[in-house]
């Protein structure tokens, strides 16, 4: 087969099924017997829990029975934190293995946070658990709450743990403080500005949902969860939390209705659903409603940086230095730590060659949901705190901005360039991406378009949201070394039966990224066969080797790699075998077009489906050959890989409302190689929805009590298809040297650069009225009140 | 919801008397609001009445005299679809197009949009603005309630718990006389933050002689806004001073409403922008259907200063 199937932007294989509605997910999942389960959540944010009573309630219709956090307490361990700062003191909530704790899955005598779990009803329908539901009262005893990392840092607060004194999790820093502070005090200008960035509501459009088994003959338990992590969830379960051997327990993951970060941990409903089914002799299953999805499921961002940055009148930036202070919720996700300390800290100099950078953050509990990554994670607060702060220096000393980022980026001469705080930056060309996105904006044509909009009643501003982004997570030893409790390697197995059709499995946890087509494509490309001809198998702990799930954009430089690297040796074996077959040397072979062929006569040759079939009939092998052409590989990267790119927003407001109008929406990104075109397309319009949300709509709000006043499509906004602008791609390739394909990461690494291109704008729009900073989400109102301000 | 029983009965009289016997029982038509209700389990419904069955609600009919007859079991899918509306009042047609998604559209009704009395219903201000009849029909026969009776409050209407809104009849437009639908969008909800339509028409002269401007998803009900009104009333079409004038008298009196996205104030202040927007326009429409000797130039309201 000639033609090139890697790198070809062919239609997702996965799509008719989901097209025409056959695709299966956790709720369409029924099995014989089978209970339903609802979970009372706390109201309140925190509290001693007095007295919980189920007595009227476990009369009602249909309840088989009610469990409160004493009636499990003895069956499980609290969840985990696996995600221990690396080098510094940290202190997390107790667990009886010595490994950072997390929350249990029912509360026994307090409550931290609104939504904590109190209770679980177990009903012969969905409809009878949520009545019983409402029929459990609870006696509460309020205690002080503190909703902010700043609050909850106080002297005096209240104290979430006995464990965390001061409610402090961890302080963790990156870079030379001092070296810094002294390069700040050498320096012509100095900006410093406070950037708080709002949490954000992961809103997947399917919520969680988990269905648990527990079969006495065998003593197996099996789940079905929409996770993107099932064999770390089968890990942390049978050892840390329940304590039962890891081969009686089963993870299986039917279709997910998205992710976005939001799926990627161990919760409660996963452990506690086994124990239900196990006590009450019959399956039991969940499904979230969308409400208390903002409940439980982790929230993302919310960050409160203090940020400074110093440069010279030549628009040279000499140092960066930023204090950050962030809430991880009453209680730790299972990587919670990570994103704000790591993926936030490490990457904050952004596109820039920064001499002097330094990070520090304190990470406290405070009575809020807990914290996670969502898609951009940390990186986007990164990258809209360094491009805000280039924006307001090149205002300061009156320079354009994109010639300051041209100043300051790092050149391509300068790679593999550490950054100073951590991460070394593999391969790019970062002004290339920019300039060619301020082309295609037509930024040198701005002055007349404004004047033009001014006409109209429009304010008009152009912004620029470079990026670098790391992805392909990761090296499992430099995980470890930031604190990672476990590895990050990959896996893959190839077999090539008989006939010619082939098995790829992978231990990667497709979400909706277009896995199987794009490790289609690999293997089609490696192997020279029909697309048609190839299988992935995915999401089933059974017969699918341990691996990482998908998050994080490592799943195609990481996981793609794994399988790529088995095709390869799989050609190894046919290649020996061939040659055999063809009665050759070794060395005279070569595998194309899905043959082995002489190459002094390529008619002589042998197709793969052949060599599979001398290999299962193993009547006549080389010496010291076993049967079957199967591979199993792994791959543990020597680093991670860093994509990078330029976006370029133009924004109108409306003079008298403050509407924002994104009239034009410019990409140029560099993933490295990429499998898929169309795919990585497709990414991409989803990462600036994902940025476009945050920087003008989504914010999560709390009360002074604790109570969540953002948790439904009512209450809480998330950018519709009619709500996106136009956008305009485009990429240029920079391979990467930390895999033989060259790809880096793409899922979610462009989502970082949506929020400070728009923002940008905005400020732009807003500048000859001595706007230099909005805190996002930029709404209407604010921008409104902004220039009625400004006229007074 | 906790609903105890459903009917679907096959006609008008059969429903009013389901309604009319069973304390607490509802109206089914497209079920948007009241399916989506929170799930209360407080309210008790004793009865679902399920109007799909009645014959003669559905349909949009042009009458000998050039009303436009509109069944309130008919879609917003259908009205956004319709040539017939959209030849006579776009602003009608774009009024249901931007109401939630298709396939909302398709299933929600136009009756039970108004009879609900949505404080967001974008559909209303416009309906405000075109001054048309509703036929209600109940025990005691029918009756007709014009436009600005029908909803006398918050999720409030005129309609008793036994009647039932049979059609919707928009009077044929004149010669002269346009109407503008403007609206800012709920980031959320998707739903009007504030809607105002604005429906004038000129004498020959281009003065007006006719304005009803109302708003809706600002305040607490769809309302007009009769102070804006007045002020236009008997000007000359052209007259951006009085335009602006008028738009700075929206929403006196009323209650704004106030949530996480749109405070009262900023609701307020989009009031008085959108009223500008919707008149200006509106005038401009209508003012292209006079007579060459008394025109007066279009470009005049276009360049015009805004003063709010």
Known sequence: MATQVFGAPIKRREDPSFLRGDAKFTADVNLPGMTHVAILHSNRAHAKLKKVSTTVASQMPG????????????????????????????????????????QTALATDRVRYVGEWIAAVVAETRRQAYDAVSAIEVDYEALPVVTTAEEALKEGACQLHDTVPGNLCAHVTYGDKAATDEAIRLSEVVIRQKL??????????ETRATIAQYDTTSDEYTLWTNTQIPHGNRFLISSLVLGIPYNKLRVIVPHIGGGFGSKGYLYQDAVLMLVLAREVGRPVKWVDTRKNLALTTVHARGQSQDATLAGNRDGKITALSVSNYVDLGAYPAVNGPGAPSVLTGRSVTGAYAIPHPFYEVYLAFAN??????????????????????????????????????RRNMVRPEQFPYPNGLGWTYDSGNYQAALDRALQMAGYENIGPRKREARQRGKRLGVGMGCYVTIGGVGPSPRMGREGLIGSTWASAIIRLHQTGDVTVITGSQPHGQGHVTTFSQIVAQELGLPIEKIEVIHSDSHGVPYAQGSYGSRTFSVEGTAIYQAAQALKQKALKVGAHLLQVKEEEVICADGKVQAKADPQKSKTMQEIASALWFAWDLPSGVEPGLEVTTYFNPEDFNFPFGSHVAIVEIDEQTGHVDVVRYVCVDDVGVVGNPMIVEGQMHGNVGFGLGPALMEQVIYNEQGELLTYDFRTYAVPRPSQMPAYELERTVTPTRTNPMGAKGAGDVSQPGVCPAIVNAICNALSDLGVRHMDIPVTPEKIWRTMQEVHQ | MKVRGYSSPTSLNEAIALLAKYQGARILAGGQDLLVEPSRRDRKTSLLVDLRRVPGLTGINEQPDGTLRIGAMTTLGQIAASDLVQMKYPALGAAARVMGDAQLRNRATLGGHLASADP????????????????????????????????????????????????????APLPRSAIVY???????????????????????????????????????????????????????????????????????????????????????????????????????????????????????????????
């Open chain 1, 63 to 102: 309840v088989i029975r009610i469990f409160i956090g004493k009636d499990i307490a003895e069956k499980m361990n609290p969840l985990v934190c696996v995600w221990k700062p690396a080098g510094v003191e940290s202190h997390f909530p107790p667990h009886p293995y010595g490994v950072p704790g997390a």
């Open chain 1, 196 to 205: 708080r960035i709002p949490r954000q509501l992961h809103q997947p459009i």
């Open chain 1, 368 to 405: 809020t949901v807990m914290l996670g990554p969502a898609r951009g994670a940390g990186r986007m607060e990164a990258m809209f705190l360094i491009e805000r702060l280039v924006d307001m220096f090149a205002c300061e000393i009156g320079m354009d901005p994109a010639e300051v980022r």
């Open chain 2, 120 to 171: 967001d219903a974008d559909l209303a201000a416009v309906i405000l603005a075109l001054g048309t009849d509703f036929e209600i029909v109940g025990s005691r026969g029918p009756r007709t309630v014009l436009a600005d009776q029908l909803i006398v409050g918050p999720r409030q209407t005129v309609m008793k718990r036994d009647e039932v809104l049979a059609s919707m009849s928009v009077p």
């Open chain 2, 182 to 308: 403007e609206r800012f969008r709920h980031p959320a909800t998707l739903y009007a933050i504030c809607g105002v339509a604005a429906s004038v028409r000129l004498a020959k002269t281009g003065r007006v002689i006719d304005c009803q401007v109302a708003v809706t998803g600002a305040s607490e009900y769809p309302t007009r806004l009769r102070s804006v009104e007045e002020i236009i009333l008997e000007k000359q079409w052209d007259a951006d001073v009085v335009t602006a004038a008028a738009s700075h008298s929206a929403g006196e009196g009323l209650v704004f409403r106030s949530d996480l996205f749109a405070s009262a104030e900023y609701r307020q202040h989009l009031t008085r922008v959108l009223t500008e927007r919707a008149l200006k326009q509106a005038l401009k429409n209508a003012a292209t259907d006079i007579q060459p000797e008394n025109y007066q130039p279009i470009e005049q309201i276009a360049n015009a200063a805004v003063q709010v």
